[in-house]
């Protein structure tokens, strides 16, 4: 019976903590200990290490390259040391403190320390003298750490906050703060809070108070993946294989513990530990994993990754353990792929025939390739079958045997140009969010917000939550189909999933509350098909799919359309009551960009408003979000701020896009102090009826909302006149206008401030009116729409009355021209704005002015239009 190898340990040092380190390279592996030497192996090698002396004593930290190798002790010094001539080179730095941990960067030139004191310090290990501090730690530091590209860096404090900096600056900047995640330590504890960058460098891992590995991910900052190691104390050591797929933990309970990262299970647990391990290390190229003991010994454990396990280490780079990868973004259906350079797999085609003319039927088999067969007499014929001469296809030709496989465009070397790969648009659910750690939004809405929770195994739990929980009952339930999009309004709330291990994609409605009972149902999709995004109205479900198909059903289920979409691939949709908008790629435009097309239709007359129209988007922004107001206009909100809306869209070929909000230049925003930026939701009425857009605030860089989401913030439409620096400046007088004497040079300065305020309200009320107008003209308008309109009307003469005011008081007799054309601008609905525009004349005694009105009013008596002659 064959009994496993023992292993052995090597005495490196004398009892005490011990310490070590592979170089890059995997040649040798450094030790040290609270003796004055360090140890250097060489990896394969059964030979005594070589001793470099002249260490300070207890030693607390050790870092290496290829050439050197760096330690730091307990009475502050940052030593040097070569690997070449195994002596010492210099003292890099001196704390006045213990020095707790030292790290080197992946290029060799920066190492960080620290230590007792507040401070870090990152000092060049060529030249002493160019030292970067990092002072925002209140506490003590126990553990450095840099990322795989070396722009990072991670320190761990004992007062159990993390502190990430961005390294790449002169002047290194702090990123992000992590709380509540590692365990509040003392300075000279033997455990472990230390940060560990995965390869991938998409996230890190660090020891938790509860005995766990807790992953981070980078991108969001939000918590991943944890691995519950069943460890009975606390981690003492923890590292990364190279390639990112197997993790090593070990802790004071005397067991050393092997994990697959994908899955966080336990692949081996090794419980012949003999002290506590205080550092591990694995090579960089081999199934080894060597480790140092409180004891002073060294185990250099080979085949560390049972055989049945040993493939994983041949692997690639892999993954970190995300809940759901950051790199999906906000939709997880497959993209399309760019045709360029694309593969396509033929379906295998027969030999082609002859046809009716063509000149070998014409001639004849005797007549076939005597040419051919004259020069080709020369050569042997393989009669046998040998092998040595050509083989021919069925027409006498030579066949392509004897050329490699063809390769796409992408994989061949460009010779003359770069290969031209246009870049199309992904699609979007309007509303919906990436996953952040294990939750997401699917949609958000003026009624409330759906969301979904990632959960231990293959299930989710959805959320829907309404703002009036009066109306509406909150509700959630277990997701089995993983839904990834979803729709909500009034009436009910829509969700879909993407295809998965055989199963088709599916549409799943559930009404909110009916008369009779609640009637739920689902539809399958076609097998090939995954959903692009969804849309719910109060009259249909609309569903657009990777095929280009939009496929429309009632809200019973009742599939009503089904058509393929011309602007391909598919982007995004919105519906409203009895109208859709479909927006798909379309052509390339001159910087490589796909342009985005969009398509308005009514399902129930089946009229098509607007066919394949350009959305209108400045180079490169992107389109966030789509969707109707609550009047049922189409509004559109990109990455640069802008929310637009389309006037005249009911009217084939007359529609435009019309600015009516530039979050840039709201007012909140002019100090330019407010680093924020604002997620779309709707564009409604307010309580004073006023058109407002409804947003979610996100502060400093953030670009999604939270789960669960802020409340929503509502600012008033306002058009784009003039710039956030004009406003600013305007502010500024208003400010100086306080403390002047000249009172005279101060009104002007307000009048003309609220003159540009009228200007804009006047453009603003404009462009609302021409909305409603419009929809009173092609449906059938109720009380309180024509109400509205005569509101409207009567508003923008009041706009207009009120700078003629401005205009008569500001200019002279001579340049009353714009005081002209404001009184031609009145709609005069009821008859009286004309009269009181005279009597603003008279108030001023603009007598030319005077008599251009009095001329108007009697030309609108006589029923007569007007035709500029008065200008």
Same mark, same amino acid.
């Given at each position: 019976?064959?009994?496993?190898?023992?292993?052995?340990?090597?005495?490196?040092?004398?009892?005490?903590?011990?310490?070590?380190?592979?170089?890059?390279?995997?040649? &040798?592996?450094?030790?040290?200990?609270?003796?004055?030497?360090?140890?250097?192996?060489?990896?394969?090698?059964?030979?005594?290490?070589?001793?470099?002396?002249?260490?300070?004593?207890?030693?607390?930290?050790?870092?290496?390259?290829?050439?050197?190798?760096?330690?730091?002790?307990?009475?502050?010094?940052?030593?040097?040391?070569?690997?070449?001539?195994?002596?010492?080179?210099?003292?890099?730095?001196?704390?006045?403190?213990?020095?707790?941990?030292?790290?080197?960067?992946?290029?060799?030139? =920066?190492?960080?320390?620290?230590?007792?004191?507040?401070?870090?310090?990152? !000092?060049?290990?060529?030249?002493?003298?160019?030292? &970067?501090?990092?002072?925002?730690?209140?506490?003590?530091?126990?553990?450095?750490?840099?990322?795989?590209?070396?722009?990072?860096?991670?320190?761990?404090?004992?007062?159990?906050?993390?502190?990430?900096?961005?390294?790449?600056?002169?002047?290194?900047?702090?990123?992000?703060?992590?709380?509540?995640?590692?365990?509040?330590?003392?300075?000279?504890?033997?455990?472990?809070? +230390?940060?560990?960058?995965?390869? $991938?460098?998409?996230?890190?891992?660090?020891?938790?108070?509860?005995?766990?590995?807790?992953?981070?991910?980078?991108?969001? =900052?939000?918590?991943?993946?944890?691995?519950?190691?069943?460890?009975?104390?606390?981690?003492?050591?923890?590292?990364?294989?190279?390639?990112?797929?197997?993790?090593?933990?070990?802790?004071?309970?005397?067991?050393?513990?092997?994990?697959?990262?994908?899955?966080?299970?336990?692949?081996? &647990?090794?419980?012949?530990?003999?002290?506590?391990?205080?550092?591990?290390?694995?090579?960089?190229?081999?199934?080894?994993?060597?480790?140092?003991?409180?004891?002073?010994?060294?185990?250099?454990?080979?085949?560390?990754?049972?055989?049945?396990?040993?493939?994983?280490?041949?692997?690639?780079?892999?993954?970190?353990?995300?809940?759901?990868?950051?790199?999906?973004?906000?939709?997880?259906?497959?993209?399309?792929?760019?045709?360029?350079?694309?593969?396509?797999?033929?379906?295998?085609?027969?030999?082609?025939?002859?046809? !009716?003319?063509?000149?070998?039927?014409?001639?004849?088999?005797?007549?076939?390739?005597?040419?051919? $067969?004259?020069?080709?007499?020369?050569?042997?014929?393989?009669?046998?079958?040998?092998?040595?001469?050509?083989? !021919? /296809?069925?027409?006498?030709?030579?066949?392509?045997?004897?050329?490699?496989?063809?390769?796409?465009?992408?994989?061949?070397?460009?010779?003359?140009?770069?290969?031209?790969?246009?870049?199309?648009?992904?699609?979007?659910?309007?509303?919906?969010?990436?996953?952040?750690? /294990?939750?997401?939004?699917?949609?958000?809405?003026?009624?409330?917000?759906?969301?979904?929770?990632?959960?231990?195994?293959?299930?989710?739990?959805?959320?829907?939550?309404?703002?009036?929980?009066?109306?509406?009952?909150?509700?959630?339930?277990?997701?089995?189909?993983?839904?990834?999009?979803?729709?909500?309004?009034?009436?009910?709330?829509?969700?879909?999933?993407?295809?998965?291990?055989?199963?088709?994609?599916?549409?799943?409605?559930?009404?909110?509350?009916?008369?009779?009972?609640?009637?739920?149902?689902?539809?399958?999709?076609?097998?090939?098909?995954?959903?692009?995004?969804?849309?719910?109205?109060?009259?249909?479900?609309?569903?657009?799919?990777?095929?280009?198909?939009?496929?429309?059903?009632?809200?019973?289920?009742?599939?009503?359309?089904?058509?393929?979409?011309?602007?391909?691939?598919?982007?995004?949709?919105?519906?409203?009551?009895?109208?859709?908008?479909?927006?798909?790629?379309?052509?390339?435009?001159?910087?490589?960009?796909?342009?985005?097309?969009?398509?308005?239709?009514?399902?129930?007359?089946?009229?098509?408003?607007?066919?394949?129209?350009?959305?209108?988007?400045?180079?490169?922004?992107?389109?966030?979000?789509?969707?109707?107001?609550?009047?049922?206009?189409?509004?559109?909100?990109?990455?640069?701020?802008?929310?637009?809306?389309?006037?005249? =869209?009911?009217?084939?070929?007359?529609?435009? =896009?019309?600015?009516?909000?530039?979050?840039?230049?709201?007012?909140?925003?002019?100090?330019?102090?407010?680093?924020?930026?604002?997620?779309?939701?709707?564009?409604?009425?307010?309580? /004073?009826?006023?058109?407002?857009?409804?947003?979610?605030?996100?502060?400093?860089?953030?670009?999604?909302?939270?789960?669960?989401?802020?409340?929503?913030?509502?600012?008033?439409?306002?058009?784009?006149?003039?710039?956030?620096? $004009?406003?600013?400046?305007?502010?500024?007088?208003?400010?100086?206008?306080?403390?002047?004497?000249?009172?005279?040079?101060?009104?002007?300065?307000?009048?003309?401030?609220?003159?540009?305020?009228?200007?804009?309200?006047?453009?603003?009320?404009?462009?609302?009116?021409?909305?409603?107008?419009?929809?009173?003209?092609?449906?059938?308008?109720?009380?309180?729409?024509?109400?509205?309109?005569?509101? &409207?009307? !009567?508003?923008?003469?009041?706009?207009?009355?009120?700078?003629?005011?401005?205009?008569?008081?500001?200019?002279?007799?001579?340049?009353?021209? +714009?005081?002209?054309?404001?009184?031609?601008?009145?709609?005069?609905?009821?008859?009286?704005?004309?009269?009181?525009?005279?009597?603003?004349?008279?108030?001023?005694?603009?007598?030319?002015?005077?008599?251009?009105?009095?001329?108007?009013?009697?030309?609108?008596?006589?029923?007569?239009? $007007?035709?500029?002659?008065?200008?």
């Amino acid at each position: 019976m064959a009994f496993p190898q023992q292993l052995r340990g090597k005495q490196a040092h004398v009892d005490g903590p011990t310490f070590l380190t592979y170089t890059p390279d995997g040649k &040798k592996l450094i030790t040290t200990g609270v003796d004055p030497f360090c140890r250097v192996f060489s990896h394969g090698s059964d030979e005594e290490p070589t001793n470099v002396d002249d260490c300070q004593e207890n030693n607390t930290a050790v870092a290496a390259g290829n050439d050197f190798f760096i330690t730091g002790s307990e009475d502050g010094t940052v030593s040097k040391y070569s690997l070449e001539s195994n002596r010492f080179e210099e003292i890099l730095v001196r704390s006045t403190l213990p020095v707790r941990d030292v790290a080197l960067s992946p290029d060799g030139n =920066w190492v960080a320390v620290a230590s007792d004191e507040l401070v870090v310090y990152v !000092v060049n290990t060529k030249d002493m003298l160019q030292v &970067k501090r990092l002072r925002d730690q209140n506490r003590s530091v126990k553990h450095v750490s840099f990322d795989r590209t070396g722009t990072r860096l991670a320190v761990s404090c004992t007062d159990g906050i993390v502190y990430i900096y961005d390294m790449e600056l002169e002047e290194p900047e702090m990123i992000k703060k992590v709380e509540s995640m590692i365990k509040i330590l003392e300075p000279e504890s033997g455990l472990s809070s +230390k940060v560990l960058w995965h390869p $991938d460098g998409r996230a890190f891992a660090a020891p938790t108070g509860l005995r766990e590995m807790q992953v981070m991910s980078t991108n969001d =900052w939000e918590q991943q993946r944890s691995f519950k190691t069943g460890h009975s104390a606390d981690i003492t050591a923890a590292a990364w294989s190279p390639n990112g797929a197997l993790l090593a933990t070990t802790s004071s309970d005397l067991c050393l513990s092997l994990w697959d990262v994908k899955t966080q299970k336990l692949l081996k &647990k090794y419980d012949d530990i003999k002290a506590t391990i205080q550092a591990i290390a694995w090579h960089p190229t081999e199934n080894t994993l060597s480790y140092t003991q409180i004891d002073g010994r060294l185990y250099i454990h080979n085949d560390f990754v049972p055989p049945e396990h040993a493939n994983i280490l041949q692997k690639p780079i892999q993954p970190a353990p995300f809940f759901h990868d950051p790199s999906e973004g906000r939709s997880n259906a497959a993209t399309t792929a760019l045709a360029n350079g694309t593969k396509y797999n033929l379906p295998e085609r027969r030999q082609r025939e002859d046809t !009716v003319d063509s000149l070998d039927s014409l001639l004849g088999p005797e007549f076939q390739d005597d040419e051919q $067969d004259e020069e080709m007499a020369d050569f042997v014929v393989d009669d046998d079958g040998a092998g040595y001469a050509p083989a !021919v /296809n069925g027409h006498g030709k030579r066949t392509n045997g004897h050329l490699g496989p063809l390769e796409s465009l992408s994989k061949r070397r460009s010779y003359t140009s770069a290969i031209f790969k246009p870049q199309l648009h992904e699609p979007f659910q309007p509303g919906a969010t990436p996953w952040r750690g /294990n939750r997401r939004l699917l949609c958000c809405s003026l009624i409330g917000y759906v969301s979904t929770i990632s959960q231990e195994g293959d299930h989710h739990t959805v959320e829907v939550k309404f703002y009036d929980e009066y109306t509406h009952r909150n509700f959630h339930f277990t997701d089995i189909y993983l839904y990834d999009k979803a729709g909500l309004n009034d009436h009910g709330t829509l969700f879909s999933c993407q295809p998965k291990d055989g199963n088709p994609a599916r549409i799943y409605y559930r009404p909110h509350e009916t008369w009779t009972t609640r009637t739920d149902w689902r539809t399958d999709l076609p097998a090939g098909e995954s959903v692009a995004a969804i849309a719910l109205s109060e009259s249909y479900v609309v569903v657009t799919t990777s095929t280009n198909y939009v496929r429309i059903f009632s809200l019973f289920g009742l599939p009503v359309r089904v058509y393929r979409q011309k602007s391909s691939p598919a982007v995004t949709c919105a519906a409203w009551r009895d109208y859709v908008l479909t927006v798909g790629n379309g052509p390339v435009g001159g910087d490589g960009t796909a342009q985005l097309l969009y398509t308005i239709e009514n399902v129930k007359r089946d009229e098509v408003y607007q066919s394949e129209d350009i959305v209108a988007l400045p180079p490169n922004t992107n389109l966030t979000s789509v969707f109707f107001s609550a009047d049922g206009d189409p509004y559109i909100y990109d990455s640069d701020g802008v929310l637009l809306t389309l006037l005249h =869209w009911r009217t084939n070929g007359q529609a435009r =896009w019309v600015p009516m909000l530039d979050t840039k230049c709201l007012s909140r925003r002019l100090g330019g102090g407010k680093e924020e930026s604002y997620w779309p939701v709707c564009v409604a009425r307010d309580a /004073n009826d006023k058109h407002v857009f409804h947003c979610m605030i996100l502060k400093g860089s953030e670009k999604y909302p939270t789960n669960p989401p802020p409340m929503l913030s509502e600012f008033p439409l306002e058009v784009p006149l003039s710039s956030s620096i $004009d406003k600013a400046r305007e502010r500024e007088r208003e400010e100086d206008k306080e403390t002047m004497s000249d009172d005279e040079d101060g009104s002007s300065r307000k009048a003309e401030n609220q003159q540009q305020m009228l200007e804009n309200q006047y453009v603003l009320l404009s462009t609302l009116h021409s909305q409603l107008s419009e929809t009173l003209s092609h449906t059938r308008p109720t009380l309180d729409q024509k109400r509205d309109l005569v509101n &409207k009307e !009567v508003e923008i003469d009041k706009t207009l009355l009120q700078l003629l005011n401005f205009e008569c008081a500001a200019v002279a007799e001579d340049r009353g021209m +714009k005081a002209l054309e404001l009184v031609t601008l009145m709609k005069d609905t009821n008859g009286k704005m004309l009269e009181f525009a005279l009597k603003v004349a008279e108030r001023y005694r603009k007598e030319v002015l005077m008599e251009k009105i009095r001329d108007l009013q009697e030309k609108k008596l006589m029923g007569g239009e $007007d035709d500029g002659d008065f200008v």
